[in-house]
């Protein structure tokens, strides 16, 4: 709590308790028109005091608002899902409808991401950038997250070979516009990125990554540009051509 927020509020319990003071004591007077005096000024002190007080506490939670308010907009929070992938298709289809700089996404073997979008990636790299990572299949980590979303070992490896597979099926080895590589690090967040706005959550242990809760972030805010630049890292750094 602020301190001029204490002091103001302070103040009006000293004047709660002075009116109560200044009424109590009209009981001690025996003249008939002092005691309705100062019965009258004291309830008056008081109520002038409780009405600072609820103002005070209407104005502290407005504020609380604002400063929330204030957070998700520098963080460039925009939305909160409880999940991703085939939950929220819809989310991602009417924006890549009118995707026009950049589309990126690194996950583990993208098996969802490929029965939607994989026959449309031409179209899309026409409008937009297109630049896919995959969790590589030979990274101790895919078995170990196989582990960890409860599966037999060598799921998300087969996934992502198989994305590898039909992706080179249909474009070959890609262009300047589409490309996909395997990522080697850590996987931190799944990042599903069209134009200014990402769409991205935790790998969480226990749960299905398409079951995650999932975030979305628009340019802007500190969220973001970090996202943004991890992506790039990863994509620079710690990735081979598929």
């Known amino acids: 709590m602020k301190p001029t927020r204490l002091v103001y509020f302070l103040a009006h ?9 200044v009424t109590l004591a009209s ?17 008056s002190i008081v109520a002038a005091g409780l009405c600072g007080m609820v103002v005070w506490v209407y104005l502290a939670r407005t504020q609380e608002g604002v400063d929330r308010l204030k957070v998700l907009d520098v963080s460039g929070m925009d939305w909160i899902y409880p999940s991703r992938a085939a939950q929220i298709r819809t ?27 994989l026959m449309d990636l031409e179209d899309l790299s ?9 969790l590589d299949p030979s990274s101790p ?3 170990q997250r196989d582990l960890e979303e409860n599966q037999s070992v060598g799921v998300i490896a087969a996934e992502a070979a198989e994305f590898v597979k039909a992706f080179k099926a249909r474009y070959g080895a890609g262009t300047d516009r589409l490309e996909v590589k395997l990522y080697s690090s850590l996987p931190e967040v799944n990042i599903f990125r069209i134009d200014d706005e990402i769409f991205w959550g935790p790998y969480l242990a226990g749960r299905a990554s398409g079951n995650t809760i999932t ?14 630049a991890h992506f790039d890292r990863v994509w620079n750094d710690f990735s081979r051509p598929a």
């Open 13 to 21: 319990i000293i004047l709660v308790l002075f009116g109560a003071l």
């Open 27 to 43: 009981g001690y007077v025996s003249s008939d028109w002092q005691q309705s005096l100062l019965f009258a000024v004291g309830t």
């Open 91 to 117: 989310e991602y289809a009417g924006r890549l409808q009118k995707a026009g700089s950049a589309i990126d996404i690194i996950g583990f073997g993208l098996k969802d991401f490929k029965r939607d979008y």
């Open 126 to 134: 026409r409008k937009a950038k297109v630049r896919i990572l995959l």
């Open 141 to 143: 980590y895919a078995g």
């Open 215 to 228: 975030m979305r972030v628009k340019r802007g805010g500190y969220a973001f540009e970090a996202l943004d």
